[in-house]
């Protein structure tokens, strides 16, 4: 499915080959690797990442553009790696539970974060995975050290279900009630 979600401060747009060096880049950073819980990749790794990524049925995966950074009109399909600043995703990943997704989210650029544009993306997912893919049920799964991440989500109603102490992680969860899914009709009938 290739759509760019256009909010207020962010626009989300598909991950695409122009957008792999830049995120390669990112992912040498030990601390965003650390994180987002992930593994260092060769940049040839990262191209092969992110068409597996496009191809998979149960992966969705936003790059995250900052507007502020736009040069020059936004134009549909076009990757304005000039103005990207993390990643959004929400994974498919229950088998028992098809109405399920993971959500991760990643504002990598320090100089985009405290802006607003990780709370904006998640809730913009939330609502594209609603309307799509009928799920009713978000989960998170984030390092207990990483006060910024869950208190992010904290804060759009997420609630700890479980604590891992072999993976020092928290899982936060979001049932999609029905108000729930109205306030994510408004935000999304509201956007520009
Ligand atoms: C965590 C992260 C996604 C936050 O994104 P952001 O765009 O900077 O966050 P926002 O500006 O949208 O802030 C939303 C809420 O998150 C929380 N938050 C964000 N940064 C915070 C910080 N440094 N310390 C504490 N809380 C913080 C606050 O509750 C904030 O709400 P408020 O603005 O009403 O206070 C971003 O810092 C990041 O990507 N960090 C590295 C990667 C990572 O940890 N990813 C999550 C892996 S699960």
Redesign the pocket.
């Known amino acids: 499915m290739k759509v760019s979600l256009e909010g207020k401060k962010v626009i989300l747009v598909p991950y695409m080959k122009e957008h792999v060096e830049k995120y390669h880049e990112w992912m040498q950073d030990p601390a965003?690797l650390e994180?987002?819980a992930s593994e260092p990749l060769t940049l040839d790794e990262e191209y092969d990442m992110q068409l597996s990524w496009t191809q998979d049925p149960f992966k969705q995966t936003f790059i995250v553009l900052d507007k502020e950074l736009v040069v020059g009109e936004f134009v549909h399909g076009d990757p304005h790696v000039e103005a990207m600043v993390?990643d959004v995703n929400i994974y498919m990943n229950d088998l028992d539970d098809a109405e399920m997704a993971e959500i991760?989210?990643?504002?990598?650029e320090t100089k985009?974060?405290?802006?607003?544009?990780?709370?904006?993306s998640v809730l913009m997912m939330m609502a594209f995975a609603v309307e799509n893919f009928g799920i009713h049920l978000f989960r998170?799964?984030?390092?207990e050290s990483?006060?910024?991440?869950i208190?992010?989500f904290q804060?759009l109603g997420f609630e700890k279900t479980s604590h891992s102490e072999i993976f020092q992680e928290v899982t936060l969860e979001l049932p999609i009630t029905e108000s729930k899914c109205e306030e994510l009709h408004q935000l999304t009938g509201n956007l520009p």
């Open positions: 965003l994180a987002t993390g991760e989210i990643m504002i990598a985009s974060r405290g802006k607003g544009l990780g709370k904006e998170a799964k984030i390092g990483n006060r910024a991440s208190s992010l804060k």
